[in-house]
C-alpha cells in the first residue's frame, strides 16, 4: 500500500467503524455468529464497517473461522 492509499483510507474511513480494540473484544462471538450463518454484520454493524477497512482483523476473523470449523469436523 503506497502512503497516498493509506491516507485515503485513513480519510475515508466509516464513522461507524468500531477499531481494532472493539472488534478484537469480540471477535469470537463475530466468528460465532458468521459460522452460525446470523447474520453477524446486522448484529455488529460497527464491527462488520471496521473489517471491511482493516485487513490484519480480517484475517484473524478468517483464522478463528476457520480453526472452529476444522475443529467442529
Not at 458468521?34 to 464491527?47: C, F, K, Q, S, T
Not at 471496521?50 to 484473524?60: E, G, M, Y
Amino acid at each position: 500500500m503506497s502512503g497516498w492509499s493509506a491516507l485515503h483510507g485513513f480519510l475515508t474511513t466509516d464513522p461507524d467503524d468500531a477499531g481494532c480494540g472493539r472488534t478484537l473484544e469480540l471477535l469470537e462471538i463475530y466468528a460465532d455468529l458468521v459460522i452460525a450463518n446470523a447474520g453477524p454484520e446486522v448484529r455488529y454493524p460497527d464491527i462488520a464497517a471496521h473489517l471491511r477497512a482493516c485487513d490484519p482483523c480480517a484475517d484473524d476473523l478468517a483464522g478463528l473461522v476457520a480453526a472452529a470449523r476444522d475443529n467442529g469436523s
